[in-house]
């Protein structure tokens, strides 16, 4: 089983690409907590050079509610990570993580439930691109 879904996006640029990426996320009900430049962050802290690769913190919250509802833990693994990569000039790979593949170890009918439906969301944003 795969624990991602991704699509790759040519003919625009990678800042381009993640402002469509955070568009199609607020289109399901996301919103991005976070927004890390791993390129820059890799730069800054090893000084190495590294291709373009942003990862976005997406929280749809009240899913986010309902989850932590049913599992009090569960923010262990909140938000749902969406990465955007461009290992080539002009091929960016946009990939969203599986909640239900990454939860599966959680033994909770109710959160299954709530994971499959982020799921469909998430994997509606990915087919978007």
Do not use: H, W
Request: hydrophobic share 40%.
């Amino acid at each position: 089983m795969e624990y991602y879904f991704k699509t790759t996006i040519s003919n625009t640029t990678f800042d381009k690409a993640v402002k469509k990426t955070i568009t199609e996320l607020e289109k399901e009900g996301f919103g991005v907590l976070t927004e890390i430049d791993i390129k820059s962050t890799l730069k800054k802290k090893l000084e190495v050079d590294f291709y373009n690769y942003t990862i976005l913190g997406a929280c749809n919250a009240p899913f986010a509610y309902k989850a932590l509802q049913a599992e009090d833990k569960i923010g262990t693994m909140l938000p749902c990570n969406v990465i955007i990569q461009e290992k080539v000039t002009g091929n960016i790979e946009v990939s969203a993580v599986d909640p239900v593949s990454s939860m599966v170890s959680v033994e909770n009918k109710a959160l299954g439930n709530i994971a499959a439906e982020i799921r469909d969301k998430l994997k509606r944003v990915i087919d978007n691109l």
